[in-house]
């Protein structure tokens, strides 16, 4: 009987001690700016691309009615 009322002890002090260590949040306060959605754009902003007769022609390509420069090629063609 002595040995069952120990183990029952134990387990509820455990117990306390789960929950006190769970409940206490690690005392760290929480800030507003922590708590806020971020705002994220999707849209990207335009930019201007060079003439692609002026730059280098690696850098150019063309698909059927579409032309696209590729400003990596272009930048270090230049250098």
Do not use: F
């Amino acid at each position: 009987m002595k040995n069952r009322n120990g183990k029952m002890w134990m387990a509820v002090g455990g117990i306390c001690i789960c929950v006190l260590a769970a409940g206490c949040g690690c005392g760290k306060k929480k800030d507003k700016t922590e708590e806020q959605v971020m705002e994220i754009t999707i849209t990207p902003e335009p930019t201007a691309t060079p003439a692609p007769k002026e730059i280098n022609a690696d850098a150019v390509v063309t698909n059927g009615n579409m032309t696209m420069v590729n400003l990596y090629l272009a930048e270090s063609g230049e250098k």
